[in-house]
C-alpha cells in the first residue's frame, strides 16, 4: 500500500518506520521551508508549491491509496483537494476542528466533556471578563499557533494584562484566556480509532512537563480514580465518534484529586504515546497506519510498565544512551536549545521501578531530578 504523509518531522518518521514491516511504501509532502532530515531515506519528499496543480503533487506521491498528517496546523484549503484523490485520514473536518484551541472547546462543551474553563479574547476588553472569572495568574493561550508551550503568556498582574494587551495581534478569537489550574498530575489518554468504529484505549499515561515541554511520561499511570479512566475514555471516544475519526488521537489532561478536565486534544499521534513503541504491543504508530489503511488494529495492552524519556536540546553522544535495557529513538535533527531530537524507551515489570530508572537517566543526561 502506498501512503502519503503531510510533514516530514520525527512523527512521519516513526509512522513510516512502523508502516514499512507491514509491506507500506511511503511518500512525504513538506512545506517550502521544512526540514525534511527525519525522513530522508525513508520515500520521495514532495514539496508544496504555489502554482502546481494538487493532480500534479498526487503523482508526484506515488498516487497513494491514502494520506495521513503528522500535525493539525495545515491550512485546510490546502489539504482538502487531496481529499478528492484519496481517504485523508484523519479527516480533514476533524484536523480542522482540532487545530484551532476555540473550536476544540466549542467541542468538547457541546459533546459535555470536562474541560479547563476559557473566555475566548476577541479584544482587549474581554482580558476584564477573563480577570474577573480567573483571577491570577492568567493563563493566554493563541488559538491557532504554538507547541510546546510556545505561543502562551502567563499574566500575573493588571500591568501584565496591559503589556499583553498593548502586543496582541487581534483579530477574531485569537487567543483563549485559562485560569491556572491547580492539578496534581497530567494525564493523557490515546486511542486508535478504524474506519469501521473500532476504538482501542492504551493505559493511561502519565506526564511530566519541563517548560511547557514534555520531559518523561509513565504508563500506566497509577491510582487514578477508575471513575475518571472510564468518564475520559467515554469522553475521547464521544470525540471520535462526532468527528467520524480514523487514526490516532491523544486527551491531555488535568487531574486533581477524582476531578480531571481535558487540556487539549492532539488529532494525531503523540509525544505521550512513544512509549509504545518497544512494550510488546501495536504501537501508536503501527495502530495509527493500519486504522488509516483500515486494516484491524493491534493490541494496546501492556504487560508491566513502560517509560519515555524526551532528548530535548542538547547535544548527545547517542551510542552513550545506548546500555542493554534502553532503547533510543534518534530524529536525525539539528540541534537547537530545547528542540526534541529523540527519546528514550524502557521497560520494567512495575511502574517504581520505571520511574526509578527514568528519573537516574534524567539525572546523568540533564544533571538534575
Ligand atoms: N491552564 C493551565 N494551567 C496550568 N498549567 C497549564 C495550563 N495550560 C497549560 N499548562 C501547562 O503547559 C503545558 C503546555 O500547554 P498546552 O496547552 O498543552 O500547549 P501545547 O500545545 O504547547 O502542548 C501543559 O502540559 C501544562 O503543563
Ligand atoms: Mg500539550
Same mark, same amino acid.
Given at each position: 500500500?502506498?501512503?502519503?504523509?503531510?510533514?516530514?518531522?520525527?512523527?512521519? !518518521?516513526?509512522?513510516?518506520?512502523?508502516?514499512?514491516?507491514?509491506?507500506? !511504501?511511503?511518500?512525504?509532502?513538506?512545506?517550502?521551508?521544512?526540514? *525534511?532530515?527525519?525522513?530522508?531515506?525513508?520515500?520521495?519528499?514532495?514539496?508544496? !508549491?504555489?502554482?502546481?496543480?494538487?493532480?500534479?503533487?498526487?503523482?508526484?506521491?506515488?498516487?497513494?491509496?491514502?494520506?495521513?498528517?503528522?500535525? &493539525?496546523?495545515? &491550512?485546510? *484549503?490546502?489539504?482538502?483537494?487531496?481529499?478528492?484523490?484519496?481517504?485523508?485520514?484523519?479527516?480533514?473536518?476533524? +484536523?480542522?476542528?482540532?487545530?484551532?484551541?476555540?473550536?476544540?472547546?466549542?467541542?468538547?462543551?457541546?459533546?459535555?466533556?470536562?474541560?479547563?474553563?476559557?473566555?475566548?479574547?476577541?479584544?482587549?476588553?474581554?482580558?476584564?471578563? $477573563?480577570?474577573?472569572?480567573?483571577?491570577?495568574?492568567?493563563?493566554?493561550?493563541?488559538?491557532?499557533?504554538?507547541?510546546?508551550?510556545?505561543?502562551?503568556?502567563?499574566?500575573?498582574?493588571?500591568?501584565?494584562?496591559? #503589556?499583553? $494587551?498593548?502586543?496582541?495581534?487581534?483579530?477574531?478569537?485569537?487567543?483563549?484566556?485559562?485560569?491556572?489550574?491547580?492539578? &496534581?498530575?497530567?494525564?493523557?489518554?490515546?486511542?486508535?480509532?478504524?474506519?469501521?468504529?473500532?476504538?482501542?484505549?492504551?493505559?493511561?499515561? &502519565?506526564?511530566?512537563?519541563?517548560?511547557?515541554?514534555?520531559?518523561?511520561?509513565?504508563?500506566?499511570?497509577? $491510582?487514578?480514580?477508575?471513575?475518571?479512566?472510564?468518564? #475520559?475514555?467515554?469522553? +475521547?471516544?464521544?470525540?471520535?465518534?462526532?468527528?467520524?475519526?480514523?487514526?490516532?488521537? $491523544?486527551?491531555?489532561?488535568?487531574?486533581?484529586?477524582?476531578?480531571?478536565?481535558?487540556?487539549?486534544?492532539?488529532?494525531?499521534?503523540?509525544?505521550?504515546?512513544?512509549?509504545?513503541?518497544? *512494550?510488546?504491543?501495536?504501537?501508536?504508530?503501527?495502530?495509527?497506519?493500519? #486504522?488509516?489503511?483500515?486494516?484491524?488494529?493491534?493490541?494496546?495492552?501492556?504487560?508491566?510498565?513502560?517509560?519515555?524519556?524526551?532528548?530535548?536540546?542538547?547535544?548527545?553522544?547517542?551510542?552513550?544512551?545506548?546500555?542493554?535495557?534502553?532503547?533510543?529513538?534518534?530524529?536525525?535533527?539539528?540541534? !537547537?536549545?530545547?528542540?526534541?531530537?529523540?527519546?528514550?524507551?524502557?521497560?520494567?515489570?512495575?511502574?517504581? *521501578?520505571?520511574?526509578?530508572?527514568?528519573?537516574?537517566?534524567?539525572?546523568?543526561?540533564?544533571?538534575?531530578?
Amino acid at each position: 500500500m502506498q501512503v502519503a504523509i503531510l510533514g516530514c518531522g520525527q512523527l512521519a !518518521r516513526m509512522m513510516a518506520l512502523a508502516g514499512i514491516p507491514m509491506g507500506m !511504501r511511503f511518500s512525504f509532502l513538506a512545506e517550502p521551508d521544512e526540514d *525534511a532530515s527525519p525522513v530522508n531515506g525513508l520515500g520521495p519528499i514532495v514539496t508544496l !508549491r504555489e502554482g502546481v496543480a494538487v493532480e500534479q503533487l498526487y503523482r508526484e506521491l506515488g498516487q497513494p491509496e491514502v494520506m495521513t498528517v503528522e500535525r &493539525e496546523q495545515i &491550512e485546510v *484549503a490546502r489539504l482538502q483537494p487531496f481529499s478528492e484523490l484519496c481517504p485523508v485520514y484523519p479527516p480533514v473536518n476533524a +484536523l480542522y476542528q482540532c487545530q484551532n484551541r476555540w473550536r476544540q472547546k466549542q467541542m468538547l462543551m457541546s459533546l459535555e466533556v470536562s474541560h479547563t474553563p476559557c473566555v475566548p479574547l476577541r479584544e482587549a476588553v474581554d482580558l476584564n471578563t $477573563a480577570t474577573d472569572r480567573f483571577g491570577f495568574p492568567l493563563v493566554i493561550k493563541h488559538t491557532e499557533e504554538g507547541y510546546d508551550g510556545k505561543a502562551q503568556w502567563r499574566l500575573h498582574n493588571d500591568q501584565d494584562v496591559a #503589556a499583553f $494587551a498593548q502586543q496582541a495581534q487581534w483579530r477574531e478569537v485569537s487567543y483563549l484566556a485559562e485560569p491556572t489550574m491547580n492539578f &496534581e498530575r497530567e494525564v493523557s489518554f490515546l486511542a486508535a480509532r478504524s474506519p469501521q468504529g473500532d476504538i482501542r484505549f492504551y493505559p493511561p499515561t &502519565e506526564n511530566v512537563h519541563r517548560s511547557g515541554v514534555l520531559l518523561h511520561s509513565v504508563a500506566p499511570a497509577q $491510582a487514578l480514580p477508575a471513575s475518571i479512566a472510564e468518564q #475520559a475514555q467515554a469522553g +475521547l471516544a464521544r470525540i471520535q465518534e462526532h468527528l467520524e475519526y480514523v487514526g490516532m488521537m $491523544a486527551m491531555e489532561c488535568f487531574v486533581a484529586g477524582d476531578q480531571w478536565w481535558v487540556n487539549e486534544l492532539a488529532p494525531r499521534v503523540h509525544n505521550s504515546g512513544h512509549w509504545t513503541m518497544q *512494550a510488546g504491543l501495536a504501537s501508536q504508530f503501527e495502530n495509527h497506519m493500519r #486504522a488509516v489503511a483500515g486494516w484491524p488494529l493491534g493490541s494496546t495492552r501492556l504487560q508491566g510498565a513502560a517509560g519515555m524519556l524526551n532528548l530535548l536540546g542538547i547535544p548527545l553522544d547517542q551510542k552513550a544512551l545506548l546500555t542493554d535495557d534502553v532503547s533510543l529513538h534518534w530524529y536525525n535533527k539539528s540541534v !537547537r536549545p530545547g528542540r526534541k531530537l529523540g527519546h528514550l524507551i524502557l521497560q520494567d515489570a512495575d511502574v517504581q *521501578a520505571v520511574r526509578q530508572r527514568l528519573l537516574a537517566l534524567n539525572e546523568k543526561i540533564y544533571g538534575d531530578s
